[in-house]
Each structure stands twice: as structure tokens, then as C-alpha cells.
């Protein structure tokens, strides 16, 4: 390689990507090839091929999703929501420009619209192009992608509702988003989620991830103590994804109506998920319920 971005080092005649996380922990994959490397309006964006994980996304230097274990947090964050929703027919999924997301919604025939909002075109064409492994080359007549920020999705689409007779709403939003600095950052707010509110049927649930109990317990425990403030029901879930800093990750179901998954329906075609996963990820950790616990202001 012989002109390599600032997240890559170069270590004798080896070539590696050094992740920083808190800023004071680095992780570091020994990388084959730059498959993809582009700076956009939003973020820089690399497709590598890694020894170990094979093909990788990364965006402004933090691995987002790899060949080797994207399919757990794609499923976990798809599979759970739609399996507590009964008949999920109109699916929005913020964020998810890997179309992993994407991929794993279009699993369910019930499903008749999937709205992803994504900020960054160039992230899909890159997945689309060179990360089929999690992609799948989706080319679903059913999904649509909108290029636009989520937080001026979702306030465009409240006006419009307010505006007009018919309302646009979903049974299931998905916020499939990068961590809360850079352009993900208003996703986390909690005005973010009492728009997000207004846009679910009266039957409807949200999904998000929520970042790690062991690195970024203050941003998991804020997103569950915003949504806790606005939706009836809130749970928190969690899955062991070897590429996230510290393995455990977490996610946060928020929803107006059900709460409870039904295993003995779930008959999809994956890699992680099954009927004993859906039940048991909610059976979370004793350190991860007292972070849940603590009264902290939101
Ligand atoms: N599926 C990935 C994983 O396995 O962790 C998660 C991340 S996915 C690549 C995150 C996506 O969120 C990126 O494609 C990024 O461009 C998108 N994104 C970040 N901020 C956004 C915003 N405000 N609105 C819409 N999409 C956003």
C-alpha cells in the first residue's frame, strides 16, 4: 500500500488499522488490502480486508461491521424487534448503511414497506460493492432508500403528519446508527426519540443499539433512561460481538404496546438468532442492571 490513510500504521512491512476507543484503548487488525477508502461530507469511510475478520467497514477509523461477525449485531438488532411486533408491515431503519439491517428485515413476507434512512450514499455503495458478505447485494423492491439525515427525516415527517389527514406511521423503527459523535450524535438525544414516538403506530416498538455496558455505560444508561421517559415500555437486551470493544453490547427495545418476544414464531433463516437467543439476550448481567439502576439525570 503505498499511500494509506491516518487510521492505518505501518509496522515494519505490516499494515494496520489502530482503532482508539475512550481514547485511551486501541485495538489494532492487521489488514491485507484497502478495498475502499473515501472521505464524504459526513465521514471517512474504508472497506478493508482483514486477516482475521476478513472484509470490514470502518468509519472514521471505528470497525463497524466485518465479514466475520457483522451477522450477529445485524440480526440481534433486526430479529428481536420484529419477533415482539406481531405483524410488522411497515419498517423504518435509521442508520444501517451496511444493509445488513436492511437484509435481515427483508426476511419477513409480512412486510410490505422498509424505509432506510440513511445520511451517507457513499457508505451503501461501498457495502453494496464490496461487502456483499453482510450487504447480500440487497435488491429488494421493497426497501427504499432516503439520503437524509434521520433527525431531519423524522422532524419532516412529524410536520407532515401534523399538516396533513393521512398519517405515515411504522410499526417497527429500527435506529441502526454509528456511536453518538459525528453525524450519529442527534440520535441519541432524547428529542430525537419523543419525534421518533410520534411517527410508531399505536402499537408500535423501537429498536436501537445502545453502545457498550463496559465502555460506554453513561450513553447505554442515558438512551434507556430517555426512552424509559417517554415509552411504557422499556427492556434492555444484550449480544457478544468480538469486534466491539469489550465483546458485550447492548440494545434497547422502547415500545407503546408489546413487550414480550414469541419464540415459537420465530422461523427465520439465521446464523445468531434463535428461539432460546430471543428469550434469553434479555436476561441481562447483575453490573449491567445496577448501571440500569442508578438514578443519574438524564
Ligand atoms: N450495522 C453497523 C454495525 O454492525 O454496528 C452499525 C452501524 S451502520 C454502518 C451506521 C450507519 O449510521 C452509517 O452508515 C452512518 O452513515 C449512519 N448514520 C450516522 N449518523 C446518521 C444520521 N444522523 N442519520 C442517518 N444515518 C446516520
Known sequence: MDKYPEFIKQVDNEYWLVETEAGNYKLH???????????????????????????????DGIVQTTAAD????????THVPMNIHPNPRKVLIIGGGDCGAAREVAKYP????????????????????????????L??????????????YIQDLNRQNDDGIEKDLYDVVI????????????????????LLYNVLE????????????????????????????????????????PTYPGGIWSFTIASKKYAHV????FDKETICVNKEILESCFAIP???????????QC
Not at 435488491?139 to 431531519?152: A, E, L, T
Not at 453518538?180 to 428529542?191: N, R
Request: with cysteine; aromatic share 12%; glycine share 4%.
Open 29 to 59: 487488525y492487521k489488514i491485507k488490502d484497502i478495498l475502499f477508502c473515501w472521505q464524504s461530507n459526513f465521514q471517512h469511510i474504508m472497506i478493508l480486508d482483514s486477516y482475521t475478520f476478513g472484509k470490514m467497514l470502518v468509519l
Open 70 to 77: 457483522g451477522f450477529i449485531y445485524n440480526e440481534m438488532i
Open 110 to 137: 409480512g412486510v410490505k414497506r422498509i424505509d432506510m434512512v440513511e445520511i451517507d450514499e457513499m457508505v451503501v455503495k461501498a457495502c453494496l460493492e464490496h461487502l456483499p458478505e453482510i450487504s447480500g447485494n
Open 139 to 152: 435488491c429488494d423492491p421493497r426497501v427504499n432508500f432516503i439520503f437524509k439525515d434521520g433527525m431531519k
Open 175 to 194: 435506529v441502526d446508527s454509528s456511536d453518538p459523535v459525528g453525524p450519529a450524535t442527534s440520535l441519541f438525544e432524547a428529542d430525537f426519540y419523543r
Open 202 to 241: 399505536d402499537d408500535g416498538l423501537m429498536a436501537c443499539q445502545s453502545e457498550s455496558p463496559v465502555f460506554y455505560a453513561k450513553t447505554m444508561k442515558n438512551t434507556y433512561d430517555r426512552l424509559s421517559a417517554i415509552f411504557p415500555i422499556t427492556r434492555l437486551y444484550t449480544t457478544t460481538v
Open 262 to 265: 414469541n419464540p415459537s414464531k
Open 286 to 296: 447483575e453490573f449491567v442492571k445496577k448501571i440500569l439502576d442508578t438514578q443519574t
